[in-house]
């Protein structure tokens, strides 16, 4: 278990830019410019003497009803959701491009030979990194997700203030940044099933790859999409090939995003949204559970572990070195 | 029963290239053996497939393991340095130190760090701020101070300068070889290890054409300079080899009487280099 932990902490420093600096960065950059923009809003606002309709954001809110705050509440919190969407882009690129080198780099530079000289089993390496990819990043990125959350609150808070509106009662009491927090959380286990296929497609093909990975990676399900379409196209064979470039191609290439596993269905009935509450109902734990029921997370899971443990066997026969 | 290394027919080839053509060799323990043949002669495919890096068809066995399936167990007990780059280039000497410490249970922290009290390596130093030869040095120190059985060293000193590539062998003679542990080095430049090496073995296209330990390698070859007026005498005794120098030919002969090549000349003991030079005559023609 040591060995583990210690394998954990190698990918850590080798990659502290992508996993640690690059979602802090997003998340300070992000606050500085907003409170930029508050600022320029401000003295934009006080030169020229505008009141927002004429009315005082204090009067507004002190009329407001205990649905109203609940709605305005709810806004808030699909905000913060908003807000480490942020991240989770973030945390998209540095997943994929860290996958794609994760068993390719070493081969390229020849360090292999040193990580391999050390009583260290290919399938520890390779369980590691699906292990890096799934947990320590993801738990990372949510830190700093939490954080740009907190900090963001408090941005709005001063502005608040500084309108005579109470904090306290409309933002903070009236959202929850606790449960989205705690959601965030949860939702680490489940993306990390549903990035299976993804990290275990990048990992064999980080594993196989004499060169190039990238474009393997890419073009290999592109191109089979391609195929299935084109014989769909010629109408002798029926192929679905709707449901294969979303269930196989894109799975393969970005279930590593966070929240990807979000379809259309779901996004769709956002046109229907009577309010944030609705859209804040897309994150309730009734339907995260309904995804951990859902066949092709479970198939996908399948899958990915398959190809990972195709990944640790290439690990150990490559020897290009 | 007892050798370190055991091969019978040890054989591997990629496409249409023999690497390795039924070889068979034993390396006994406390032996410092040198492994040594011109480019592509099968070398780092000998040592590769030792460390179980590589397929091959064959037996073999490190240590009484199978390095193609007990690989994680074997490198418990043998430890390998590549020609200088192969340490990761973003590392820091403290990680590097913290990592090996932490999946190796035959590292010695305290050894490495009294190795690399000699160096100007510092804890926070990262690899590739490094020279060649301090990349050498901190491998080394690492290396040195997990108590292995069999350390593999494939060109260890390659492109290091001469101060480096002296002190990198001292050390490991002073400090780390002892009779419970076996050396295999490949190197070209031979003339600075043959007086360390124990034993030779010369492979030539994926073939040993020379298995012996130092001693008997000095009773079999043996160099004489001879006046042109007896070099016919010379040449009818069968040479290995012959070269000219300042109107004398300097014979090299394997097995024959040093009785008897005393008096065609002046005899002495050949060099290593030289020695490989004779056996591998030809080989890139």
């Known amino acids: ?321 | 029963m007892s050798a370190v290394v055991h091969a019978r027919n040890l054989a591997k080839r990629y496409g249409a290239t023999v690497a390795l053509d039924s070889v068979s060799f034993d390396i006994q323990p406390g032996r410092i053996v040198g492994l040594i043949g011109p480019n592509g002669a099968g070398k780092t495919t000998a040592l590769k497939a030792i460390l179980g890096l590589t397929d091959f068809d064959g037996e073999l066995s490190v240590l009484g393991m199978n390095p193609r399936t007990q690989r994680s167990e074997l490198m418990q007990q043998v430890c390998f340095i590549a020609d200088v780059a192969v340490l990761p280039r973003w590392i820091r000497v403290r990680e590097l130190i913290e990592f090996t410490a932490g999946v190796h249970p035959r590292f010695s922290r305290e050894k490495c760090e009294r190795f690399m009290a000699h160096t100007k390596l510092k804890p926070e130093m990262r690899v590739r701020e490094m020279s060649k030869g301090m990349i050498a040095q901190l491998h080394l120190a690492l290396v040195m101070a997990i108590d292995a059985r069999l350390l593999v060293l494939d060109e260890p000193t390659l492109g290091l300068d001469i101060l480096y590539r002296k002190e990198f062998y001292q050390r490991l003679l002073n400090d780390y070889f002892d009779e419970q542990k076996t050396i295999i080095v490949t190197t070209h430049q031979v003339e600075e290890i043959e007086h360390i090496l124990t034993d030779l073995m010369f492979i030539r296209d994926g073939r040993v054409v020379l298995d012996a330990d130092m001693e008997r390698v000095g009773e079999r070859y043996t160099e004489v300079m001879v006046n042109p007026d007896r070099a016919a005498a010379a040449r009818a005794l069968k040479p290995l080899d012959e070269r000219q120098i300042f109107g004398k030919s300097i014979f090299l002969f394997d097995g024959v009487d040093k009785g008897q090549l005393a008096e065609l000349g002046e005899t002495r003991q050949p060099s290593v280099a030289d020695l490989f030079v004779a056996t591998m005559k030809g080989t890139y023609a």
């Open chain 1, 1 to 321: 278990m040591n060995t583990f932990l210690c394998l954990l902490k190698r990918e850590y420093w080798e990659h502290r830019g992508g996993f640690l600096w690059a979602p802090v960065w997003t998340a300070g950059i992000f606050l500085v410019l907003s409170l930029m923009g508050m600022v320029v809003g401000e003295v934009g606002a006080r030169r020229a003497g505008v009141q927002v309709n004429g009315v005082r954001l204090g009067d507004l809110t002190s009329h407001m009803s205990a649905e109203d705050l609940a709605q305005f509440g709810a806004g808030v919190d699909m905000a913060l959701f908003s807000l480490s969407g942020i991240i989770a882009i973030v945390l998209f690129f540095v997943l994929f491009f860290y996958l794609i080198g994760a068993l390719y780099d070493d081969r390229r530079d020849r360090s292999v030979l040193f990580w391999k000289s050390l009583p260290v089993s290919d399938t520890q390496t390779v369980l590691s990194k699906v292990a890096t990819a799934t947990l320590v990043a993801p738990a990372i990125a949510v830190i700093a997700a939490i954080g740009l959350m907190l900090g963001f609150l408090v941005l709005v808070s001063l502005f608040a203030a500084l309108h005579g509106v109470n904090p306290v009662t409309t933002i903070w009491m009236a959202s929850s940044p606790l449960s989205v927090a705690a959601k965030l959380v949860l939702l680490i286990p489940i993306n990390a099933l549903w990035a299976l296929p993804c990290i275990g497609w990048l990992l064999l093909v980080s594993a196989y790859a004499k060169r190039a990975p990238f474009l393997i990676a890419t073009l290999v399900p592109v191109f089979a999409g391609v195929l299935v379409s084109w014989f769909d196209l010629m109408q002798g064979i029926h192929l679905p090939d709707v449901s294969f470039w979303k269930n196989v191609v894109a799975r393969l290439l970005f279930s590593v995003a966070p929240g990807s596993w979000m379809d259309m269905t779901q996004l769709r009935t956002l046109e229907h949204a009577n309010g944030p509450q609705d859209l804040v109902g897309l994150l309730s734990l009734s339907s995260l559970a309904e995804v951990l029921t859902r066949p092709g997370l479970w198939i996908g899971a399948v899958a990915g572990a398959a190809m990972i443990a195709a990944a640790i066997a290439m690990r150990r026969r490559r020897d290009d070195s």
